[in-house]
């Protein structure tokens, strides 16, 4: 039995739309959104994260269809919507077939004391924010870390990233003012460093910006 008609492009696009979950789950019942604090934005960001790698091409073909291992970095608790949204089966396994494996740590520390993850899997580590300093020292942690352990493909994903974009391959950057979740690339570092190409589809959608030019 086939499954229901899903576009990649059509999913991004409701996602960075939304002010609410409410088209998600009730099509055509959006209101408009409103220029306040986004509504369900861990949701919304939990969907981007567990969505990012189907709309990406890894270079080497045996990681393309590997497993998704997403790390995130809370330092205590991570947002309750958050935790529900990962908890939910939908969330386990990825429209194209990726197993989709949610583990939330502490500290970097915790992460690094973890049992390693095998190389064939997607590797995103969403580091949630905290103190400017802290996030900093956090990324500095993960990069030395994965400099020095030769870990190929690990994304470093941020929110709200001012300071430190430079470190950070994904930003998802809250733009308040019109009540939408946007997602900034760096193009050129997920190419040449990770091995990554976001497709065609996800460059040409309003709501993703790079940092630099394809």
């Known amino acids: 039995m ?15 739309g939304l002010g ?24 919304i960001k939990a969907k981007l994260l567990y969505y990012l790698p189907e709309f990406m091409t890894w ?35 990825t429209p194209s077939g ?24 997607w590797h995103l580590v969403f580091v949630m924010r905290k103190t400017e300093e802290i996030v900093l020292q956090d990324l500095n942690k993960l990069d030395a870390h994965f400099s020095k352990n ?4 690990v994304v470093l994903v941020t929110e709200e990233n001012t300071k430190f974009r430079r470190q950070a391959a994904v930003n ?24 990554v190409t976001p497709k065609k589809e996800m460059l040409e959608v309003e709501g993703v910006i790079l940092y630099d030019k394809p």
């Open 2 to 16: 086939s499954g229901p008609v899903w576009s990649r492009r059509s999913v991004l696009k409701t996602l960075i």
């Open 20 to 43: 609410s979950l409410c088209a998600l789950g009730h099509p055509g019942t959006a209101q408009e959104p409103a220029p306040v604090q986004i509504d369900n934005q861990y949701r």
């Open 59 to 93: 270079d080497a073909p045996e990681k393309q269809k590997g497993e998704v291992w997403i790390g995130v970095i809370t330092h205590g608790d991570a947002k309750t919507d958050f935790k529900t949204e990962i908890a939910v089966e939908k969330l386990k396994l």
């Open 98 to 121: 990726r197993k989709v494996n949610w583990v939330l740590y502490n500290t970097v520390d915790d992460l690094f004391k973890a049992t390693p993850t095998t190389g064939s899997r």
């Open 150 to 153: 030769k870990k190929p493909g």
């Open 172 to 195: 998802f950057w809250e733009d308040i003012t019109v009540n939408r979740i946007r997602i900034q690339l760096r193009n050129t570092y997920l190419r040449e460093t990770i091995g």
